[in-house]
């Protein structure tokens, strides 16, 4: 009986001292002298005139947090420009690549799936990418700089050699040239398509079609430059994205905007 407990004694000890050393490491955040600059871009219900599922995850980390947030709205392509320069602190639902991972941590609190959203006039042609790629006469339309994932951006660096892709700073404005039929076809996510078809009145001439089944998707997540974070410095952030996903916080804000099914698939499991 003394020995056992003893060994229960050293087990408890044990784990509370794995407990105090977790705290340790991920500690209270870092938020610095200054506010901390954060960049939005508008896209879709994700980010749009202030309101989206974005700015609502960035308030509670505010909350959380208790650090000082500076935000701009910024083109995609100036929000990594300036990440690399440390002129930005932090931007939200960034996909991680190996170029990007050189200049920020990313911690990742949602799953997208990238669709086709097909033009009715092509759709009798047009069922997978495949077949987009050999009707030579069409086009589609991307955001710049931001990244779909994977077999995508490989599929359209093959159409942009071609000269088949047409780029713009706004998503909202590859859907105009999508209505008017200027572009036979977008790439989005759900959160995106689902709001410029609704605004637009687009839901009748379109399609939407997976040309990747097998695939769940790309996460994303929060960006936070290296010129500013350290490893030990995104730790606690990804801590607090981890409570607001087990307290279900993360689905209710996906709730907010999207039907139940596209906001459970864009949870990590």
Known sequence: ?????????LLTCLSVGVVVMSGAWAGPVKCG?????LGYYENGFLYD????????????LRKRSGCRFEARVMT????????ASGDMDMSVSGLKT???????????????????????DVVSRVQSAREFLHQTQLQIGVVSSLKYGGPNDQWLDQLSLAGRVQETSEAESIFRKLKSHRLDAVFAQPPVFRKYLRDLAMN????????????????????LTRSRHDAMDVEPWRV??????????????????????DADAMLIE
């Open 1 to 9: 009986m003394v020995a056992c407990s003893r060994i229960s004694i």
């Open 33 to 37: 002298d200054h506010p901390i600059r």
């Open 49 to 60: 005139k202030g309101v989206g599922i974005n700015q609502d995850i960035v308030e509670e």
């Open 76 to 83: 995609r392509a100036r929000i990594w420009a300036d990440l």
């Open 98 to 120: 190996a170029e990007r991972d050189k200049i920020a941590w990313f911690v990742d609190y949602m799953r997208m799936k990238t669709y086709a959203i097909v033009h009715n």
């Open 204 to 223: 009748d001439l379109v399609e939407v079609q997976d040309w990747s089944p097998e695939e769940k998707g790309q996460t994303y997540g929060l960006v």
């Open 240 to 261: 607090l994205i981890g409570e607001l996903k087990q307290e279900g916080v993360l689905r209710k804000i996906f709730l907010k905007y999207l039907p139940a099914k």
